[in-house]
């Protein structure tokens, strides 16, 4: 039987799983959604005897299966077979009384990697029926660059083309993504902020002109954002596999129920948890972190959604959003599917900057999602105490969850686990600094060495090696001339 994804706003057009990877938006301006999760009860007596690699073939052949397994099989070994530092690939540590589901093992350092070493494998399989190759043109604010430039190079049939505010990303998230190698890459400086750029690569989407040129060449322009459900689908495996790895290690009993706190921006990491407690993982609650940025917070609490508030720039970057795109998915869901008012809400939101849930869809919401919210104090607080109670290293981003799982009323659970989603190396100044340490001055590089000093703890080659590597991507531009970056990049690279 084959699973078939529509449009949250309409479920009028049924593709199959393939087409909407190779989509990634729905035409409507939804995201793709399928109906029947729950049919797909996963054996945990199963699960808990796998690896990861095992556990994520039989995910993701349950939720995309158009795919064949060879193709699944190619995918998972393509991307996770050699690209990770650790051979349980998301492994599960001590906390002090609780775990951190470490997520930052892959090649870039962040949690992103998992799904974004697992896209563009899955697109290039689901286009090698048709003759078009696809460039991914991406916006980004750090992290995301880096990965998907990280899981498209090399990648055949596809390109990838970056765009970066100049002068406001990182040392360190600069130099990723500058010394990027491959021949279907594309990194470019951008003079404005991120809202600029972004802005600019929506209007590259949706011009006309350019993909009808593009289309003569058969190439399609394509996103990598997280809106995307071949992002979504692989960020499921990783509740069920920690699950799998709390059952081996004694701290849990088959079918006893664990709890997830979830740093969160766009709601795709968590969305994925929710995902596995609907494909049958006992989850006794899921917990939203959110940082200064903390719509979702006042959400959860009083059912509306209210983006018309002043937006933060925090110790947590990758978190500081203030539209958070899949939580559409959730409404989605806990509506039973009721596309009509999803559609109505949405427009609002985007017409007016806020909606409110009805009252039965607010209660579902509050059933299975907790939150809470750090400041950036009270995260650089949580970085300093857990390394001298536990003598563990976190991130900025990780330490946000920290914060908000200390706080939470107890629940069900047997067992919680913080989801950590970056190396604390990937933000070295404002780590040191919540050592206690004086940065002023200080470069990325040099509070790394610090870091390590301090802690005794390593700094990933990844990040160290950055000090050495050549600079070979340095395109700049003015918004305007984005485009035109974007045609020569296909050209160069696809035509
Ligand atoms: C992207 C990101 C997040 C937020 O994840 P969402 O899926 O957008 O909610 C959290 N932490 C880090 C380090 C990230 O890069």
């Known amino acids: 039987m084959n699973t078939f994804y529509h449009s949250t706003r309409s479920n009028e057009q049924l593709v199959t799983s393939k087409q909407a990877i190779l989509t990634g938006i729905a035409p409507d301006g939804g995201l793709y959604v399928c109906d029947d999760i729950t049919s797909h009860q996963l054996d945990l007596n199963t699960i808990c005897n796998q690896t990861f690699m095992e556990t994520s073939r039989l995910v993701l ?70 003759d078009q190759n696809i460039m991914i043109v991406t916006a980004t604010s750090g992290d995301t660059g880096k990965a998907a430039l990280a899981g498209f190079a090399g990648v055949p049939g596809t390109g990838i083309c970056v765009f970066y505010p100049e002068g406001k990303v990182s040392d360190v998230q600069r130099l990723q993504m500058v ?21 600019e690569v929506k209007h590259i989407f949706a011009d006309k002109n350019l993909a009808g040129r593009l289309h003569t060449s058969n190439i399609a322009l394509s996103s990598a954002n997280s809106i995307n459900i071949g992002r979504l689908v692989p960020q499921v495996v990783y509740y069920f596999d920690a699950y799998a790895q709390l059952v081996r290690s004694g701290t849990l009993k088959k079918g006893e ?14 969305l994925a948890g929710y995902y ?17 940025n903390d719509v979702l917070c006042d959400f959860i609490e009083s059912g509306v959604y209210d983006r018309r508030r002043p937006f933060y720039t925090t110790i947590s970057p990758s978190m500081d959003i203030l539209v958070s795109s899949n939580l559409e998915r959730l409404l989605y869901l806990l509506s039973d599917g009721d596309c009509e008012l999803i559609a109505s809400l949405m427009k609002q939101l985007s017409e007016e900057g806020h909606y409110t849930v009805p009252r039965a869809l607010h209660e579902r919401i509050r059933e299975t999602f907790s939150y809470g919210h ?40 047997a067992a919680r686990v913080c989801l950590s989603t970056a190396s604390p190396f990937k933000f070295p100044a404002d780590v040191l600094a919540a050592l206690g340490e004086d940065i002023t001055g200080l470069d990325g590089f040099t509070c790394m060495d610090r870091l390590s000093e301090l ?24 918004v305007s001339g984005m485009s035109e970056i974007v045609e020569n990049a296909c050209m160069r690279c696809l035509a």
């Open 374 to 413: 750090a400041t950036d104090e009270e995260t650089s607080k949580a970085i300093h105490t857990t390394w001298e109670q536990n003598h563990v290293l976190i991130d900025t981003h990780t330490a946000v969850a920290k914060h908000v799982l200390a706080q939470q009323q107890p629940s069900d659970a």
């Open 61 to 130: 052949s349950t939720l995309l299966d158009d795919y064949t397994s060879e193709e699944i099989a190619a995918c998972v070994e393509e991307a996770y077979g050699s690209s990770f530092d650790t051979p349980a690939i998301t492994p599960v540590t001590p906390l002090g009384n609780d775990w951190l589901l470490e997520l930052y093992h892959g090649p870039t350092c962040a949690f992103k990697d998992v799904a974004l070493q697992m896209l563009p494998r899955l697109m290039s399989k689901a286009h090698a029926q048709s």
């Open 257 to 270: 129920s664990v709890e997830f706190c979830v740093p969160t921006g766009n709601f795709g990491d968590v």
């Open 179 to 199: 010394t990027q190698t491959g021949s279907n890459v594309e990194v470019c400086a951008v003079s404005g902020n991120f809202d600029d750029v972004q802005t």
């Open 276 to 292: 596995a407690k609907l494909m049958g993982l006992p989850v006794a609650r899921l917990v939203v972190a959110s940082n200064s």
């Open 455 to 478: 802690t005794g703890a390593q700094a990933p080659r990844q990040l160290s090696e950055l000090r050495d590597a050549e600079v070979i991507r340095n395109a700049s531009c003015d």
